[in-house]
């Protein structure tokens, strides 16, 4: 299954026309995340820099229906990989891998890595679920082309790249055993209910809004939201290209059909003609071809960068839920010991309910009607307060600490981002050049030969 003898990349092909968005092998090695070695690469400038040890370059392919002919069918995909970290101990790896387990694998790596922008997986709930054409040729390689770069993300990634589960994923031959010791020992050990928990639960979820922003997670929100609306207009007018060029790819063919018929009624130019309807049809089919080699994968590709950002806006999201346990902790804080100094300043005669504002004032009549006013209960009372205060102060301590390090972490998670994007845009910009440039100088050639043609055409009147 690890492929040690033979390189499993031999046989991938790098370009296809159902699949124009496969790995470019030599640009890739050069891009973020990639680096042959660490040797003499420059060093990260700020705390907040991505470092990368290696480079994982992975790639899915090869399809194949399991259990044909039973209702147990599913679709396996060869899983391979190119690598120099030190974890693995292939360094071409390779396993086949189904569906599910790629969920498994979405699925604990963020839970095992909450800060870090896990990409989303394809949504399995769809018609050709209902249908029964997801084990169609054309729906295996679209998911293929899914699962490949969902995993093709998660390896540049600097740190989901070193990951124990991935390396699992990657070359385990008992990976379904894998799978049951990671539930039961889960890398980080799960905290038990604690104080900010129950806090938590009843009162830190009631508040949505950050009372104290950081203007530099502010400023990553609002470059989010442009990247999205750019994403999302985009889509809207590619789509609208889209159907406008299906309309002129049957205008074409249908003005082809026409001279054509025009052709049989003037026998002097039926030739020329039926060769002016053959390059029509043959434009048509041009604009097909582009269609599904460059416009469809363009969109594809296009909507699953939204998606992901949706991924990088949730760890931005739970940043400031992180926070907001901090302030919500505190200003719990700053009750309680509010409440243990009322309570202190009661006993020690130095202050009665008065001036101490209308709740405290019910608070004391209704413990009065308790018969809870003596100083005896008061003491008890601010016994357990002191124990809450103490709580409290841990529970605050690990809260600013726990937010100033995932603020850290997102820090360096969007910068990561950063390059991840780039690179994409790059690839996906770059394969729909390509694709207009081969579909006009097609188109060209076609209306280069056909000219000639038409202009020796002589008509008597």
């Known amino acids: 299954m690890h492929g040690e003898e033979e390189d499993v990349f031999d046989s991938v092909t790098w370009e296809s026309a159902s699949a124009p968005y496969d790995i470019d092998h030599t640009a890739i090695q050069a891009g973020p995340g ?3 070695s660490t040797a003499g ?3 990260p400038h700020g705390p907040h820099d991505p470092k990368w040890e ?3 370059i992975t790639i899915v392919k090869d399809p194949v229906k399991e259990l044909p002919e039973t209702k147990d069918a599913y679709v396996s995909y060869l899983v391979a990989a190119k690598t120099n970290l030190p974890i693995f101990s292939s360094q071409t790896p390779s396993a086949r891998r189904r569906f599910q387990d790629f969920v498994f694998l979405r699925d604990h790596l963020v839970k095992d890595f909450p800060a870090c922008v896990v990409p989303v997986l394809p949504d399995k709930h769809r018609l050709e679920y209902i249908t029964g054409d997801r084990f169609s040729p054309e729906f295996m390689e679209r998911r293929r082309l899914e699962l490949h770069r969902f995993l093709q993300r998660i390896a540049r990634h600097p740190m989901l790249q070193r990951s124990t589960l991935l390396r699992a994923f990657l070359e385990s031959t008992e990976w379904h055993v894998y799978m049951h010791q990671h539930l039961a020992h889960p890398p ?8 900010i928990d129950n806090i938590s639960d009843t009162l830190l979820n009631a508040f949505a809004r950050v009372r104290k922003p950081d203007e530099r997670f502010l400023e990553m929100r609002e470059s989010v939201d442009k990247f999205e609306d750019g994403l999302v207009l985009s889509e809207r007018l590619w789509n609208r290209i ?3 060029t299906n309309d002129l790819m049957t205008d074409y063919h249908d003005l082809a059909v026409a001279v054509q018929g025009l052709g049989f009624l003037e026998s002097g130019i039926t030739d020329p003609l039926n060769h002016f309807s053959n390059t029509l049809l043959e434009f048509s089919a041009l604009l097909r071809h582009k269609t599904q ?3 469809d994968p363009f969109l594809v590709h296009l909507h699953s960068l939204l998606t992901y950002s949706h991924a990088n806006r949730a760890v931005l999201k739970l940043r400031d839920q992180k926070q907001l346990d901090f302030e919500e902790l505190s200003d719990y804080l700053s009750g309680v010991t509010l409440e243990r100094d009322r309570l202190s300043a009661i006993i020690s005669g130095h202050a009665g309910s008065s001036g101490l504002g209308l709740s405290a004032y019910l608070k004391d009549k209704v413990d009065a009607i308790r018969g809870a006013d003596d100083d005896r209960s ?3 009372k601010m016994r357990k307060l002191d124990i809450k205060i103490k709580e409290l102060q841990d529970a605050v301590t690990t809260a600013h600490e726990t937010s100033d390090a995932f603020s850290d972490e997102t820090l360096r998670e969007q910068k990561i981002f950063q390059h991840t994007k780039e690179a994409e845009m ?3 910009l770059s394969n729909l050049a390509d694709g207009e440039i081969e579909f006009y100088q097609s188109a060209i050639d076609e209306w280069d030969r056909i000219i000639p043609i038409i202009q020796r055409i002589r008509v008597d009147v």
């Open 378 to 380: 008061r003491v008890e």
């Open 293 to 295: 080699t460059s416009t």
């Open 242 to 244: 889209r159907g406008r």
């Open 188 to 195: 980080g050990p799960e905290p038990a209910p604690g104080l």
């Open 426 to 428: 790059k690839e996906m």
């Open 41 to 43: 690469a420059e060093e």
């Open 54 to 56: 290696g480079y994982l």
């Open 34 to 36: 990639f680096k042959q």
